[in-house]
């Protein structure tokens, strides 16, 4: 198989500042998207430093073996020198950012790590599945059946994240590995995406027959024709045949 992808980044309808940031592996090895939080100045800075960290360190560090470990011990460096960042300037010592990572290895091995609330989507046989699982606090409520799905949607709380990079005390990066098959789409995004447009609607852009490039824009051009109150960042990912697919069917 190969990989047909495209990612897009927009301010959106109200915010000044963008403070999200997203990373392509020219190689299509791995994607990356980070949502920041903690002011204009802080929220853009740490979501690019765990772009760039995560980025560097997947770099550095790609031919161990152990993937789940690789991914874990770059979203720990990453926490780590936002957390020097802080130190070093005391005025954007409340930063964070979220961070998700997709990562395709050899043979088909595809794997995903999250922390915080920007998603990973895989649209497998025309069905659409969330594969991570948002770190917030109205995420742990439905899942104790406080809350229904409809009320996390419109929470005051929604945004409120249970951890993020960022914090010395970083518990847990949730890390898992995903099967893909060709005809598969993959979607990354921040909760500005997700926060506009509800799954249906995500589901039936994937579903077209179209490049990645433009179900991106097309994703981003509808969350903000409805409000885009945040900003929007989306990577788009397609599983494609190879020739020696065809030749093999």
């Known amino acids: 198989m190969k ?11 109200v915010r000044a500042v963008n403070q999200d940031a997203f990373y392509i592996d020219p190689q299509g090895r791995f994607f990356i ?13 740490a979501s690019q430093i765990a772009a760039q960290t995560i980025r560097d360190y997947l770099n550095t560090h790609w031919d161990n073996r152990d993937v789940g470990a690789l991914l874990k011990e770059a979203f720990l460096a990453a926490n780590e020198e936002i957390v020097r960042d ?8 409340d930063m ?24 990973v989507y895989q649209l497998h046989q025309q069905e659409l599945k ?3 699982e948002d770190q917030t606090w109205v995420a742990q409520a439905v899942k104790r059946q406080v809350l229904t799905n409809d009320e996390a949607r419109i929470h005051p709380w929604r945004h409120v994240l249970s951890q993020c990079l960022g914090r010395e ?5 949730e890390i898992e590995p995903i099967e893909v098959e060709v005809g598969d789409r993959l979607l990354l995004c921040s909760d500005g995406l997700t926060e506009e447009l509800d799954d249906d609607v995500i589901t039936t852009q994937l579903k077209l027959a179209q490049s990645c490039e433009q179900i991106a824009n097309v994703l981003v051009k509808e969350a903000k024709q409805l409000e885009g109150r945040d900003n929007i960042t ?3 990912i397609s599983v494609e045949p190879t020739s020696s697919d065809h030749n093999n069917s």
Not at 3 to 13: P, R, S, Y
Request: include cysteine; charged fraction near 15%.
């Open 169 to 173: 005390d970083l518990s847990f990066v």
């Open 3 to 13: 990989l047909d992808f495209a990612g897009l980044t927009d301010t959106g309808n």
């Open 96 to 119: 964070g950012t979220t961070a998700v990572v997709a990562l395709f290895r050899e043979a088909g091995q595809t794997w995903c790590a999250n922390v915080g609330d920007s998603r």
């Open 33 to 45: 998207v980070a949502d920041g939080m903690g002011g204009h100045a802080g929220g853009q800075e």
């Open 234 to 236: 989306v990577i788009v």
């Open 86 to 93: 802080q130190h070093a300037h005391p005025d954007r010592s």
């Open 130 to 132: 969330q594969i991570t």
